[in-house]
Nanobody
Framework: QVHLEESGGGLVQAGGSLRLSCLAS????????MAWFRQAPGKDREFVTA????????YYPDAVKGRFTVSRDNAKNTVYLQMNSLKVEDTAVYYC????????????????WGQGTQVTVSS
């Protein structure tokens, strides 16, 4: 069965950095668009970024553009999210997912989800 496992979350001060990893098992990610979402308590799941199978195409909403960078190493079956200049409002559980289709920012279009990793940014 396909399994995604996020890691790298933690507690950081505003302005700091974290690098998240998403390791896939039971699937080769090389043919899949991958994405990161985040969800804060009481909030809807929010689209963070997406990356094409080759890694050549990425997309970022304005909330993270210029601060976050998504990358992938298909040989390692891993997707990364480098987060710089973190803000308190970035605090959330971060999830990676494989895309099956549909609107890019809509969670409904994603096939498999990890369990998430907590990112907490303090002021």
């Amino acid at each position: 069965q396909v399994h995604l496992e996020e890691s790298g979350g933690g507690l950081v001060q505003a302005g700091g950095s974290l690098r998240l990893s998403c390791l896939a098992s039971g699937i080769s990610i090389s043919n899949y668009n991958m994405a990161w979402f985040r969800q804060a308590p009481g909030k809807d799941r929010e689209f963070v970024t997406a990356i094409s199978p080759s890694g050549r195409i990425t997309y970022y909403p304005d909330a993270v553009k210029g601060r976050f960078t998504v990358s992938r190493d298909n040989a390692k079956n891993t997707v990364y999210l480098q987060m710089n200049s973190l803000k308190v409002e970035d605090t959330a559980v971060y999830y990676c997912a494989t895309r099956s289709g549909g609107i890019l920012s809509n969670p409904i279009g994603y096939r498999t989800w990890g369990q998430g990793t907590q990112v907490t940014v303090s002021s």
